[in-house]
DNA sequence: CGTCTATTTGAATGTACTCAAAAGCGGTGG
DNA sequence: CCACCGCTTTTGAGTACATTCAAATAGACG
């Protein structure tokens, strides 16, 4: 546990600093929870009343279409922040899945208790704040890059972006994230391949 | 003058309510902004320290890439609002352009004006909170959708977000925008209208 | 070991791209 | 007001990239 609170903290003090006694209060809201390989952190439906931080593993998030075909929106890994945002902050259904492509843990924290956190230590509303406009920012870059880019340069770009990801989630979720079919990814990996 | 601030105090009643005097004390604040066609509103590199509201006319949002293309992220019409959040929240220095496709009015507010706004009627707090997190969602929404919809899909899915647009916009944005060549959509307006 | 799913490969098809040229349209200056 | 210029749009031909459908191979898991 006390290897994960370092990496959080660590996470935290990139855009606040924190002294020891902040770091206490805050982190005794926080939940360990384990998804094991395959099972979920949010169904579609459900309300996402927490944020959370992965400290081992890897998770997808997807939806389903009206043809029942899944379509991958995002991978975080390790270091990285997760939840449905639309539905933590309004309160709403989620849309979306949240899946472990490989055991995973992530330290949770209840929208309640956030909620304290920031009456106790305001300097939270910064960190998060900065942390949804950072994926506001990554989302639009996210588009700018999809309109004209290559699948080439859409697999570069996340293989730069989550190093070794090709190992930690399958081929079909790969393509489902650039937008092509597993096929023409097998056929691009070959083609990278051969150079 | 009245007609555009009824405009927008129809726009912000959508998701809160507000007395006269309120609305009176927010409205003192608004600047009213012509944008000539083919004017800009906001150019790349400048800070963006303001919020707008569309009462008439169309903008698009575009990036000029390292190659010196343009890529269109959005187009915005009356009773849209338009910035660059970002650069608004942040202070940095804008990537966007956001020009004219025909004579526009804005309804500008300074960021230092939305400061005194939120202190004086706290609820404008939620509407703006609402309003970032609407333009999160949509590009979600457009990310989904650019994953696995076709050019066709994406073309009609714009006509239908908003109706008209073709005419008050060159082909060339609209191509853009949804990720084709201008040589491209001409052909599939072709076919679209061929059946 | 057997089953189920993921991945690879092939062949034919489709969609969008590039390059090139012609036609259309809008704005400017004489 | 018209002629011209520049830019947008259309059209054509050939090419590249990704898709679909189908089948074979490889891997994962009980």
Redesign the pocket.
């Known amino acids: 546990m006390n290897s994960r609170l370092s990496l959080i903290r660590a996470n935290i003090e990139k855009l606040i600093v924190l002294s020891d006694s902040e770091f206490d209060t805050f982190s005794k809201y926080l939940v360990l929870r384990n998804i094991p390989k395959k099972h979920k952190f949010l169904s579609a439906g459900e309300v996402c009343n927490y944020t959370g931080f992965i400290t081992s593993g890897c998770l997808i998030t997807y939806t389903i279409d009206e043809n029942g075909a899944e379509h991958v929106i995002q991978f975080a890994v390790e270091d990285y922040w997760i939840g449905d945002l639309y539905s933590f902050i309004t309160g709403s259904e989620s849309a979306y899945n949240i899946e472990a492509t490989e055991d995973t843990t992530v330290l949770i924290i209840h929208k309640n208790d956030l909620e304290k956190v920031y009456e106790q230590i305001p300097k939270f509303e910064r960190f998060f704040r900065i942390l949804v406009q950072r994926s506001y920012v990554a989302l639009q870059h996210r588009i700018t890059l999809n309109q004209r880019g290559?699948?080439?340069d859409k697999y570069e770009n996340l293989l730069q972006k989550i190093k070794g990801i090709e190992l930690r989630s399958?081929?079909?979720h790969i393509a489902s994230y650039i937008?092509?079919?597993?096929?023409?990814l097998?056929?691009?990996?070959?083609k990278l391949h051969n150079k």
Not at 179 to 184: L, M, V
């Open positions: 290559t699948a080439q399958t081929q079909k937008g092509i079919t597993p096929e023409s097998s056929r691009l990996k070959r």
